[in-house]
């Protein structure tokens, strides 16, 4: 999020012997529209710290609130008008070192607030906000408290209530919360201006309730730990100029128990293409709570899938722009350590980069840090393909990837065409017809922006075909025009095989026989 920050401070410094003391006054600082005060002292004293700052905005509006939160401050913020009050303090005072944190206190109350823009007909109103975090200061932070004991407002007949309380956050944290949301969402462009072309349609329904201890999940002692409740769409139509097609979303189901929450039910299209989806996700109050590992299993249907258009190709200025941001970039994507998901995927038929694919099955699995591609099958190019691949990350300096296809009596004009990096280990490719049938594995150090370390990687594979012809193949064709031999460039090879590696850069072929013509023949180099 932008946040626009401007800062006025004067600072008195008084030095004595064994301490430096720092003394604020008339202090003032802006975190875009809102202006905040602070006041106080911060001590460095010999073996701790010693404080005692005040942070006040009473001179702030809810306007001003408002423009820390962006879907207000991006969307009409200086035509919007509002009324209520707020009020925003706080408080840190106390010691801190090694083992020990000063306490603090800070609360925001608003209450009998609205806001509502002119040009729109909708207005929301009785926004009700009480929200605080206190500590007594020490050691101890499951002393630590968070409360949001109020939160409420009317869109028209759209209502959103909910509240929130932690306790015993570091040992044995304690959740309560409800929320209570019923809304159309076709009334979102009367109180909060949308983007051009920007429409939604549908409803939303949620009613959750949650209330109990971790160690009582932990002990799976259910009685004690409630979790209940759901979140529906339904009808949804959603419309941007952003995506390249509607979305449909006919009903979307989430249902929460303490054990997990499950996604009961997703059935949505987007233009011609079709998706469901189902599936659970367990322990995922330990991973909001104590960043524990979050387990999920998925299943992913479609009849039809056109990645042509959900994901259309960037514009030349677009990819060079991605090239060269890819190219600076200098952290690696990590794979999430704490993620164990698995998705299991059936698609009918799919489009991918002018290729038709059908029968695609397989397996997406997310664990210790590896991302990994579990014998996906498909039929593509007239044959049909088995993938499967890791990216680990589990070196964070140094990710690397394996990665194997097999292919089964594959076109290869399709497979040269689709595949640049085919063409680009075996140009000759590009001047064989047939059908080929091939195994092929490696493994590749990779930099931050996904390219393979070329001297790390090796490979290792073989090409089988019953019958190729080669044409148009430069090589041959001046063999010809030399030797006078007749019909030697445009040459059929039978019972082929050959084996083949990727070792220090270098593509290297392992010796294999042809017959040219009536010329016996061994091929092999690299």
């Known amino acids: 999020t932008e946040v626009k920050t401007e800062a006025i401070v004067n600072l008195l ?25 602070i006041d106080g002292f911060y001590e460095m004293l010999e073996n701790y710290d010693n404080m005692d700052i005040k942070l006040n905005a009473s001179k702030a509006t809810f306007k001003e609130f408002l ?21 925003l303090n706080g408080q840190v005072k ?38 605080g975090s206190k500590f007594v200061g020490g050691d101890n ?21 909910a509240n929130l309380s932690l306790r015993r956050i570091m040992s044995d944290p304690f959740i309560k919360s409800r929320i209570l949301a019923n809304f159309d969402l076709a009334t979102m462009k009367d109180y909060i201006p949308l983007t051009e072309e920007e429409s939604y349609n549908g409803t939303l329904e949620a009613d959750v ?15 004690k730990f409630t979790a209940k409740g759901h979140i529906i769409l339904a009808d949804i139509i959603y419309k941007s100029p952003d995506l390249p097609d509607v979305v449909d979303i006919n009903k979307a189901k989430f249902s929460f128990s303490p054990q997990n929450l499950s996604l009961d039910e997703l059935n949505a299209k987007m233009g011609k293409s079709d998706f469901a989806m189902d599936g659970k996700v367990d322990n995922y109050f330990g991973y909001l709570l104590r960043d524990e590992l979050l387990k999920g299993n998925f299943n992913f249907s479609s009849n039809y899938l056109d990645l042509d258009a959900l994901m259309p190709a960037s514009t030349e200025e677009a990819a060079s722009t991605e090239s060269q941001a890819s190219s600076t970039s200098e952290e690696p994507l990590l794979v999430p350590g704490n993620i164990d998901f698995d998705l299991v995927t059936s698609i009918n038929k799919t489009r991918y980069n002018g290729i038709d694919v059908s029968n695609i099955r397989g397996n997406v699995r997310i664990k210790d840090e590896i991302a990994s591609l579990d014998n996906l099958t498909m039929n593509a190019m007239g044959g049909t393909v088995g993938l499967k691949g890791k990216y680990n990350t589990q070196n964070h300096d140094k ?15 399709d497979l040269a065409t689709n595949f640049l990096t085919v063409g680009k280990l075996a140009p000759i490719m590009k001047y064989a017809h047939g059908k080929i049938s ?7 150090d990779l930099t931050p922006s996904f390219e393979p370390i070329l001297t790390s990687l090796s ?12 044409k148009g193949f430069e090589l041959l064709e001046k063999m010809e025009a030399v030797t006078k031999l007749k019909n030697l460039s445009n040459q059929t090879i039978t019972n082929f095989k050959t084996r083949f590696k990727v070792e220090d850069g270098k593509v290297s072929v392992t010796p294999f026989d042809v017959k040219l013509g009536k010329i016996n023949s061994e091929v092999s180099g690299f």
């Open 13 to 37: 410094m008084e030095f004595t012997e064994g301490t430096s003391k720092f003394t604020l006054k008339e202090n003032e600082f802006k975190l875009n529209e809102v202006t905040f005060s």
């Open 67 to 87: 423009s820390l939160i962006p879907v207000f401050y991006h969307s009409g913020y200086e035509s919007m008008l509002t009324s209520g009050k707020m009020a």
């Open 399 to 413: 990710p690397k990837m394996d990665f194997g296809y097999s292919l089964g009596d594959v076109n290869i004009q």
């Open 209 to 223: 309730d949650i209330e109990g201890k971790m160690s009582d999940l932990e002990k799976e002692d259910f009685e």
């Open 141 to 161: 932070l499951d002393l630590m408290t968070v409360d949001i004991p109020k939160f409420h407002a009317n869109l028209s007949k759209n209502t959103i209530d």
């Open 438 to 444: 091939s195994d092929f594995s490696m493994t590749t």
């Open 94 to 131: 106390g010691k801190m070192d090694d083992t020990n944190l000063p306490g603090w206190d800070f609360r925001m109350l608003v209450s009998n607030a609205s806001i509502n823009y002119p040009d729109l007909p909708g207005k929301i109103s009785n926004i009700q906000l009480d929200a």
């Open 459 to 470: 490979s290792i594979g073989d090409l089988r075909s019953n019958s190729i012809t080669i």
